[in-house]
């Protein structure tokens, strides 16, 4: 399969291209399809690189200054992603991870799809002097690529969009995440291959975590999640206080307290599973396609409150439960990769348009279930839940 | 009353103008005026918007890159403002506002008129783990504008410049600054009419101050602080130790130890009320008009220091006195908004170029002092000044 | 001797070039020479400056966004520098300096010349609530230069890099570097003048450390330090247990645990010294020139971990040993400068490219250390040694 390819930025060759665009008149497999390079100015935007994708049928935004996070997506005239407080993209230099609450990764909030990692993500934890040893989160999201380039397949007009980013620390942990997002004319949605690959010569752990955030109007009133489920977890009591009602929605709720639970997923032979996101009226969806063997961890977070301060849902499959580093590691829910190791991550979206295709959709789902009966647990769990 | 408008920034439409002149030519009625906006590279400013208003009399330097502070202003040869240590405008990717000190907002610290908040402003206060809860003055003066626009009134030549910036945080506190700088053709200083909004579905509590800082020529050792004074409290013991001299400035002095005092000013019956500083042979003066509903606090902060330390003083209405955001609160020092709710501040600077334009602004300062003898305590008070 | 020059930043004029290229057509007395100016655009580098310095014989990268430090040299093909697990150059706005663990400062570290201090250099400090007070190795080489500005001799075509970076904290340490890095056609390295000027009307005391790193092809098993030796004490008990080692290198070993070793040099009347790292053949070395009385310690960091991890030495002369500040200023091993006082330093890099040009440097020092013999201690030491 060739394939033609364009550079975008290569740090090592001090190449970089401010503005871009591609046609079917410079792919002409890519039948409707566009990309676009560009550079956001102004506000917290400014210097934000975004690569447009359309493929006739659904449009997608990926930020490569943002750790390869995905913006926004649309499906015709239906925005998938989620109107955040934030008005991003954020440029990092405005997303204090670092600071010592641990809690700055949450001024860079917006996207539809925000990987958490590489080191940890989760809730912040700190060392035994107060000083924060793990940042909410971590930090992949707010690394810039240092390389990233488009090809377009010679037959099938597959689009593909690399972007590699690096979380190093001298002296410390050193990995590098080599993102591919594909595409083809008329998918409605997008495919991510990722890699981790550990830099050092010497072992490491790392986490990583799909941070997939669903907002109005796909999220709404009689929403729900439809997956294949071994084993729903209330993080915590106030999550149990709503546990019976897990996989459904609310409307917007001014005040609404945050509700996770973490899951296991049921998968066919081969570790692979889904997930969706179902309108109230099953009219429309969003099907999240990982594999249970690379992410074994899924975790529901419902964050119905008012739309101004974020109505959101996100769903999130991970090597771990988003629980503080250490508890996880306790758990044996990290990635350990060789020196010079590397770990493989897929990831898929796909939007379903119509009753027809959400039906199609949760027969999937219907299909790994098969006859297991979710086993719900009406309070936290050892193991599961970090204490406190 | 028609006016003609040019964007400048505006984040959700993807528009940003890098440079642009305005000049009667694009709005006749703005006889003599000019307004510019550029983008400064180099240094801790890179990346940093100024629109430059210039009326004739008066020009000044709006940052929206800062929160649409106002850099300095000049009235003819007269420059207004002051040098601080810090070389700016500095760009807020060079400003650690989260720094495990809270002291990082000094980095940036050399505007004119710089705003104080929106979550909190003065001292940092620390939570029981040792984690800035509240870094000092806040994040609003390093928060970009995301959109700014200039508008040119058809009749009156009035030029407004509009900036919005937001400071939020995902979970946290959610508020949106929309401010407008005013002023006419030939107006010796301009008008700021400020409205915070709080974006949250839910209440929220914010502080405002503005942080006016004045320096050599108009400071110097014998200038003084004119106002319509009901009470003066030292803010600490060293301060009381100056007490009898609060009104009245010093030369500079290596090593000076800063002094704050608080204050609670006289107003007419609508609130209005203005506090001047007038330098040591009454030729010239800044008065500043705001009004006492919206901002009941007013602190003089003394730090006649060497010139190249920052020989400064700073005159700051503020919902507030600058002390830890707790205390404040517990002494009602905070406004309230309901969720979606709002509240405006005005803000006005004016120059007195000649003894006689002093003398009148004197006038109206003692018209509202009237026979009311100022209350000076000669230490700090309870309910005023946070212990320790 | 006149010179041309040209300017490249000047904030306070908002001059900025950013493109600019000089040849011996600008300056025929720079024959062979180059100068090139641009900006990194993409990844952690985006919108870091470069002057890039050709002299016909070495070539080398200069750094004024980066307070002046020098990235990498190369002389014909032999590169000068190492290879850090951080892709650099990296922007400030990416290096966290005062994250709560004091050592945000490694996610920028990939020069072969970076300067440490100015406020301090060294282990991080922490204060008595566990906040950073001095974090690892100080502010200046993330502080971006306010003027830059090259020269060049219409004589000898002596080329001239002109940078003035400031460190200042309201109310905190406000110094300013000018840093001139010279060299003329056809020298196998360069030289710094630098001079601190306190710009305070107060006293100040900082600290300098030239922390200049080799990797690669120059580092190698059987390289060593060759310097005219007074003392060596171990910083701690592991580099203890290889001091008899101290002067020469291992191979790539990966998950290696860094050794430092402090020694005092000898000297020339005038305070002259070096110290040379020379490769295992005794083919190729490189030759640190300094001044002791400017300079008095002198530290080498062994970090031979595996090529990925960042495979390197550190020869770092400097003000005091890379201990924490305090314990630093109790040794007395700061530079006190009065208000607006100066101190300057000097420091130069020779490469020497044959044997005969590494013996012809080998004969220096050995004058140098003429017949003193050198004290190696086998523990650390009281008074050269931060205890824990």
């Not at 109107?83 to 917006?110: C, K, Q």
């Not at 291959?193 to 752990?205: L, R, Y």
């Amino acid at each position: 399969m060739a394939a033609k390819s364009w550079v975008l930025t290569d740090h090592s060759a001090n190449e970089y291209v401010t503005d871009l665009t591609l046609t079917d008149k410079d792919a002409p497999a890519a039948t409707g399809c566009t990309v676009t390079k560009r550079t956001l100015r102004g506000g917290l935007s400014d210097g934000v690189d975004v690569v447009r994708v359309d493929n006739g049928a659904c449009r997608f935004d990926v930020l490569p200054t943002r750790g390869m996070g995905i913006w926004r997506a649309w499906v015709g005239d239906l925005e998938i992603g989620w109107r955040s407080p934030v008005r991003g993209p954020v440029h990092p230099a405005h997303v204090p991870v670092g600071e010592s609450t641990g809690l700055g990764w949450l001024d860079g909030f917006d996207e539809l799809l925000v990987r958490c990692g590489l080191e940890s993500n989760g809730a912040p934890e700190f060392d035994e002097e107060g000083r924060v040893a793990y940042p909410l989160h971590g930090r992949i999201a707010n690394k810039p690529a240092h390389r990233v380039s488009v090809s377009i397949d010679d037959d099938t007009g597959e689009i593909a969009v690399r972007g590699s980013v690096e979380e190093t620390r001298f002296h410390f942990l050193k990995v590098r995440l080599d993102s591919v997002v594909r595409t083809k004319p008329g998918e409605p949605g997008f495919r991510i291959e990722d890699t981790v690959v550990n830099i050092s010569g010497s072992p490491a752990e790392i986490q990583m975590l799909y941070h997939c955030n669903f907002g109005l109007p796909l999220l709404g009133a009689g929403a729900q999640v439809v997956a294949p489920v071994k084993t729903v977890v209330p993080r915590n009591d106030h999550a149990a206080s709503g546990v019976k009602a897990w996989p459904t929605y609310s409307g917007e709720a001014a005040g609404y307290e945050e509700q996770v639970y973490f899951l296991e997923l049921l998968a066919d032979d081969n570790g692979r599973t889904q997930a969706m996101l179902k309108d109230a009226h099953g009219m429309k969806a969003a099907t999240m396609y990982f594999n249970k063997r690379q992410l074994p961890c899924f975790s529901v977070w419902k964050n119905t409150t008012s739309a101004p301060d974020g109505y959101v849902t996100g769903l999130e499959p991970g090597t771990n439960f988003p629980n503080p580093r250490t508890y996880e590691g306790e758990q044996g829910r990290v990635a350990k990769l060789d020196g010079a190791g590397s770990i493989s991550f897929d990831f898929a979206l796909k939007i379903h348009r119509n009753q027809a295709e959400v039906e199609a959709g949760e027969k999937e789902i219907a299909a790994l279930q098969g006859d297991v009966k979710p086993k719900v647990f009406d309070s936290p769990q050892e193991g599961w839940c970090a204490p406190g």
